[in-house]
């Protein structure tokens, strides 16, 4: 069992609260991390563990027990902080050694950084300077004993490709590669993680995973909400920077690498990046939500967008003139996040025999996980009419309940060590690089009514690529 001390800065904000503590909550209440210590520590000074642990509890979904609940928020501190002040940070560094002594813990530590990215490369140095997270440099541990400390940074890691260089550069001189964890929940959803094993574990797959089989490839994530209360952080970033950036070229990266070492760690860091290196724009349209304006903090001029739709190329052997389409969208008429693989079509027998379409697979993360082989079959009667039809595998039918959510995962990957949830800094530079390159395009930006599509232009885009958004 693991013995750590979690320190969790931005524990008032809102993905502390719908998402960190539920998660915490979770591994606790399923002892994976029985003997700790949780600090939450935020600039607020008034706030209070009774009050954190209120604005908590309706996000937990699974597993609520009053007395597990109880004892878990017995173990949090809450410290008020300023990430600014560096006396601010020794002090809590002095805290967190006389309650780690206290509750005889050996001083494994995990820091999660839950704040805007601007304020990583002060946050860190004041890490540093104040002792509360050493430079490891053997391995992941402190030389001469088994004491790790890792932290952990949120997503969007950087604004584009300089201010993420700049960030990387300054928590290179601090701490270790292998302490720093760039994350993105997407790499620990479920269906995520299973792309790369059913990918390299089904003998049926290999083979057909590339441009000699594969026509072209979807990746959409839509959102029916919209920016919700985050206009103040929404309009500074929109949807290239909020979701293409890290989670659909993180999908795009699963997808398309190579076979790695080992299904693990940096093995899979290293392929991922090579894919990412090779991404090139070839065309987009960008929208914008009707009302989009009126929302709280979002300047009334704003031109940032709340959609995209992208055709890219992955220019390697593999995927040489394989189309890959992204699309993202908020307040769009559906909530989805799909990969669909569509196979090249087979050539006609006999003019009846034409298969009605291609063959797909789907990877479906959300609402549901599931995947889905779209095959051709023969509708019975005396046409020889072949019809799709759909070999479907359902994860959440069968394994809801014991499917950790993908900051569950994440935390407790990072407290084992495992890198492969960590962006490594090159991979998630060139992501940035390719968004910059998107930027300067000035793509178009068009209105879309909320609960649809998106904007109307995005059909003239499908005709103009010979494309269908598949539903
Ligand atoms: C976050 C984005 O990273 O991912 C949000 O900031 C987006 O804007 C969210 O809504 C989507 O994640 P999920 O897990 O709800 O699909």
């Given at each position: 069992m693991n013995d750590v001390t979690i320190l969790l800065l931005g524990a008032t904000g809102d993905l502390a609260r719908r998402k960190l503590l539920p998660a915490l909550y979770s591994l606790w209440r399923e002892k994976k991390i029985e003997k700790c210590l949780i600090i939450g520590a935020a600039r607020?000074?008034?706030?209070?563990v009774a009050q954190i642990a209120e604005a908590t509890?309706?996000?937990?979904?699974?597993?609520?027990?009053d007395t597990a609940w109880r004892d878990f928020v017995g173990t949090l501190v809450y410290e008020p902080i300023d990430f600014s002040v560096e006396e601010d940070f020794t002090q809590l560094a002095r805290t967190i050694d006389i309650l780690e002594s206290e509750r005889g813990l050996s001083g494994n530590r995990l820091v999660y950084v839950a704040s805007a990215s601007t304020f990583y490369c002060g946050i860190t140095e004041k890490l540093s300077a104040s002792g509360l997270v050493k430079k490891q440099t053997v391995g992941h541990q402190t030389t001469g004993s088994h004491v790790w400390h890792r932290i952990i940074y949120e997503k969007p890691f950087g604004w584009d490709l300089a201010s993420a260089h700049a960030i990387n550069a300054c928590i290179a001189q601090h701490f270790n590669e292998k302490q720093i964890y760039r994350i993105d929940h997407y790499l620990t959803k479920e269906l995520a993680s299973n792309i790369a094993l059913i990918r390299f574990s089904n003998c049926v797959l290999e083979p057909l995973w590339n441009n000699r089989y594969i026509d072209q490839v979807q990746i959409v994530l839509s959102e029916k909400m919209g920016i919700q209360n985050r206009g103040l952080y929404y309009d500074e970033y929109g949807a290239l920077r909020d979701v293409v950036q890290n989670h659909l070229y993180e999908l795009l990266a699963l997808v398309c690498m190579e076979a790695p070492e080992k299904l693990e760690g940096d093995s899979i860091r290293e392929q991922r990046a090579q894919v990412l290196k090779k991404v090139r724009f070839v065309d987009g349209i960008l929208g914008q939500y009707a009302g989009y304006l009126d929302e709280q903090y979002v300047k009334k001029d704003s031109r940032t967008e709340t959609f995209a739709a992208l055709q890219l190329m992955v220019d390697n052997p593999r995927w040489a003139g394989v189309p890959f389409f992204l699309k993202t969208g908020k307040n769009l008429g559906k909530h989805e996040t799909m990969i669909h693989i569509k196979f090249k079509q087979v050539d006609c027998l006999l003019a009846k025999q034409c298969p009605s379409d291609a063959n797909y697979l789907t990877i479906q993360l959300s609402p549901e996980e599931r995947f889905t082989l779209t095959l051709n079959v023969r509708r019975p009667g005396p046409e020889q009419e072949l019809v799709p039809m759909h070999m479907d595998y359902c994860h959440s039918c069968n394994f809801a309940l014991i499917t950790p959510t993908p900051h569950e995962a994440l935390i407790d990957e990072v407290i084992k060590g495992d890198q492969s949830v960590s962006v490594r800094c090159d991979e998630i530079e060139s992501a940035w690089k390719s968004i910059d390159g998107i930027y300067a395009q000035g793509l178009p930006l068009y209105t879309y009514e909320p609960g649809t599509a998106g904007p109307k232009e995005l059909e003239d885009f499908s005709n103009k690529h010979g494309m269908r958004w598949r539903s």
């Open positions: 607020e000074k008034d706030a209070t509890r309706p996000y937990i979904q699974r597993g609520f027990d």
